[in-house]
């Protein structure tokens, strides 16, 4: 079985936790710039001279799909090289992956991983 995590992290952490994970042997993933919000709900900025409400923040989004067997060592991973212990410092969703197909080859699942 495989599993997809994706990781929302603060954008001066991808580095910390790319080359983290690197060091466990997960070199491939998936990255994009995102926004969104959550318990610190956005903060508010002065723009010349009038106040307004930042509601969605800058993050990264990381993705990467990982045997069973990796799932607990990639979070743990992340979480440490991730953490900052202030607000904001993101989440980990972990989901089922069904089937996968490297294009080029037609290999599949962990083979294509």
């Given at each position: 079985?495989?599993?997809?995590?994706?990781?929302?992290?603060?954008?001066?952490?991808?580095?910390?936790?790319?080359?983290?994970?690197?060091?466990?042997?997960?070199?491939?993933m998936t990255v994009s710039e995102v926004k969104g919000y959550g318990r610190q709900k956005g903060?508010?900025?002065?723009?010349?001279?009038?106040?307004?409400?930042?509601?969605?923040?800058?993050?990264?989004?990381?993705?990467?799909?990982?045997?069973?067997?990796?799932?607990?060592?990639?979070?743990?991973?992340?979480?440490?090289?991730?953490?900052?212990?202030?607000?904001?410092?993101?989440?980990?969703?972990?989901?089922?992956i069904e089937k996968i197909i490297r294009i080029r080859t037609g290999e599949t699942d962990s083979?294509?991983?």
């Amino acid at each position: 079985m495989m599993k997809k995590i994706e990781a929302v992290i603060k954008p001066f952490k991808l580095e910390d936790i790319k080359d983290a994970l690197a060091e466990i042997g997960i070199t491939g993933m998936t990255v994009s710039e995102v926004k969104g919000y959550g318990r610190q709900k956005g903060h508010s900025e002065l723009y010349r001279g009038a106040e307004y409400v930042v509601d969605f923040l800058p993050k990264i989004k990381l993705e990467m799909v990982v045997n069973d067997d990796s799932v607990e060592q990639v979070i743990d991973t992340i979480v440490e090289a991730a953490r900052t212990g202030k607000i904001g410092d993101g989440k980990i969703f972990v989901t089922d992956i069904e089937k996968i197909i490297r294009i080029r080859t037609g290999e599949t699942d962990s083979e294509a991983i």
